[in-house]
């Protein structure tokens, strides 16, 4: 017999309907790890200090609705002096171009588009998405992120795998509307604040992306202001796995190398190093890209260009890409 366990809370007033979003979420956890710690000591007479996969015992949140799990945040309208005139959003966007991979063109070939119908709610007409050939292109996925911004619902009637990445290139173009409109205030971090920024955020991110392990498929954070609802950051499952193992280098690291491809408008690429013996791919932030896209694309004209970068390891410290800040002089032989 399944025993539902409910924490409840009253606020003040009545009509109270908001908590403080910290102090809820460290009650969140520490009621988890105390049932579950204790779900535990039920079943061998003791528990673990930590909790791992293994140990973690199936105790559920209970879906508002089926399949749809949402966490409500409102902020408060910005008051006095601050130091960035931005929105919280805005810094998630920030931070998230900085710790999550821009699609590459290799993730996007290879997926099949069928010809699939859908029923767009405002419309009674049954909707035929287009037909493409049998693998996707960047501007067809480009222009169904542009289609879903405006407020279409086609990734409704894709293939999950479709979904997915239609879903995740909305979210990095959005990022880069964000960022492009709040550009004068973003410039006012310092590369050492972006760095301590980042430090922080990275490992936050990726503990984020644990519920993606066995409780969900996705994970999109978004917001809205006026109008619909955008999202800032989007992850799957595979995703998660791959921020999961990589560690983003706390400082910069500038390298020289040869870049063999460049996505002007997504700030995706290839670099070769070492005398062309390795390639890495690397992408550029969409705060960053603007300034350097023109520079970089000049750049490739020679045979060098010399990168500011942070290196993204792998948990054997491993370089497993780079995500480029800027360019410096190509020193001289």
């Known amino acids: 017999m399944v025993e539902r366990i409910t924490f409840h809370f009253e606020g003040e007033k009545a009509d109270a309907h908001r908590m403080n979003f910290y102090e809820a979420a460290r009650f969140q956890y520490a009621a988890a790890r105390l049932l579950v710690k204790i779900a535990q000591f039920r079943a061998d007479g003791k528990f673990s200090e930590s909790i791992s996969n293994k140990s973690n015992h199936d105790i559920e949140l209970i879906a508002q609705r089926s399949g749809s799990f949402n966490y409500n945040v409102e902020e408060s309208g910005l008051v006095g002096d601050t130091f960035l005139n931005v929105r919280l959003s ?17 993730t996007i070939s290879h997926i099949p588009l069928d ?86 955020a990275a490992p936050l991110i990726v503990e984020m992306g644990t519920a993606l392990r066995k409780s969900a498929t996705t994970l999109e954070v978004t917001t809205q202001k006026r109008g619909p609802v955008k999202s800032v950051l989007f992850l799957d499952r595979k995703m998660a796995r791959d921020i999961e193992t990589a560690i983003v280098d706390r400082q910069i690291t500038p390298i020289l190398g040869d870049v063999s491809q460049f996505n002007k408008e997504n700030g995706w690429g290839k670099l070769r190093i070492e005398n062309g013996a390795k390639t890495v791919s690397f992408s550029i932030p969409s705060d960053v890209l603007p300034s350097i896209r023109q520079t970089l694309i000049d750049s490739m004209k020679r045979d060098l260009v010399y990168l500011k970068t942070y290196f993204v390891r792998d948990r054997a410290e491993k370089v497993k890409r780079l995500v480029v800040v800027g360019i410096l002089p190509t020193p001289l032989p």
């Open 90 to 106: 805005d810094l998630v966007a920030y931070v998230a171009e900085r710790v999550i991979e821009k699609l590459d063109e290799s």
């Open 115 to 200: 010809s699939l119908g859908y029923v767009d709610e405002d419309d009674d007409e049954e909707y035929v998405a287009p037909v493409f050939s049998t693998e996707l292109e960047p501007n067809q996925i480009d222009n169904m992120a542009d289609a879903v911004l405006a407020g279409d619902n086609l990734t409704a009637a894709l293939p999950r795998e479709t979904s997915s990445i239609v879903k995740r290139r909305v979210a990095e173009i959005y990022r880069e509307r964000r960022l492009t409109a709040t550009a004068r205030s973003i410039s006012q971090i310092s590369e050492s604040q972006s760095q301590k920024l980042v430090a922080m």
